[in-house]
T-cell receptor, first 114, second 112 residues
Framework: GAGVSQSPSNKVTEKGKDVELRCDPI?????LYWYRQSLGQGLEFLIY????????KSGLPSDRFSAERTGGSVSTLTIQRTQQEDSAVYLC????????????FGPGTRLLVL | AQSVTQLGSHVSVSEGALVLLRCNYS??????LFWYVQYPNQGLQLLLK??????LVKGINGFEAEFKKSETSFHLTKPSAHMSDAAEYFC??????????FGTGTSLTVIP
């Protein structure tokens, strides 16, 4: 079956530009997570969506970062006025339910800010 | 807040030797514990997880991990390394299940 997909797979942008990263979770999965993977830093939690509940935004590093999830399915992570330190791999994961459930990860979007 | 420490960012073992990847966590409540593997140019996939019950958990590809509450550890082992085990391994902890905290990862190299 189809897994989690992310687009684009790679994105190169200039400092100060806005970028949008897309995540298509596995159909029927109610929980969706965004992470940032920087070299040598492991995975950093960014934001979590569960069903129609208000998202947990506690991991977003600044107000330049925002995310939405439309119709309980597709999610978009937006980074405004990108900075060089935003360069990283952005990973999306979904799971059937929150809690002890396995997360299924997408291949990630590699963002490079010049 | 929860945290995860993976000792050793790089581990090298000979093919056929024991694999031991260390993970210690901090959590104020009984945790859910996970090991994920990331093969080169691939996404993360679950190796195994501990939620409740038996503290020795078996996963895919011959890996297992033991939850030791007294040591706050969840080390990953495999009796005999295979070349195909070369990858990045991440330990993760969750208490509420809403947030997952990942370690910085351990890169495993298998020497022929």
């Amino acid at each position: 079956g189809a897994g989690v997909s992310q687009s684009p797979s790679n994105k190169v942008t200039e400092k100060g530009k806005d970028v949008e990263l897309r995540c298509d979770p596995i159909s029927g999965h109610t929980a969706l997570y965004w992470y940032r993977q920087s070299l040598g830093q492991g995975l950093e939690f960014l934001i979590y969506f569960q069903g129609n509940s208000a998202p947990d935004k506690s991991g977003l590093p600044s107000d330049r970062f925002s995310a939405e999830r439309t119709g309980g399915s597709v999610s978009t992570l937006t980074i405004q006025r990108t900075q060089q330190e935003d360069s990283a791999v952005y990973l999306c994961a979904s799971s059937p339910r929150p809690g002890e459930e396995t997360q299924y990860f997408g291949p990630g979007t590699r963002l490079l800010v010049l | 807040a929860q945290s995860v420490t993976q000792l050793g960012s790089h581990v090298s073992v000979s093919e056929g030797a024991l694999v031991l990847l260390r993970c210690n966590y901090s959590s104020s409540v009984p945790p859910y514990l996970f090991w994920y593997v990331q093969y080169p140019n691939q996404g993360l996939q679950l190796l195994l997880k501990y939620t409740t019950g038996a503290t020795l958990v078996k996963g895919i590809n011959g890996f297992e991990a033991e939850f030791k509450k007294s040591e706050t550890s969840f080390h990953l082992t495999k009796p005999s390394a295979h070349m195909s085990d070369a990858a990045e391994y991440f330990c993760a902890v969750s208490d509420t299940g809403n947030q997952f905290y990942f370690g910085t990862g351990t890169s495993l190299t298998v020497i022929p």
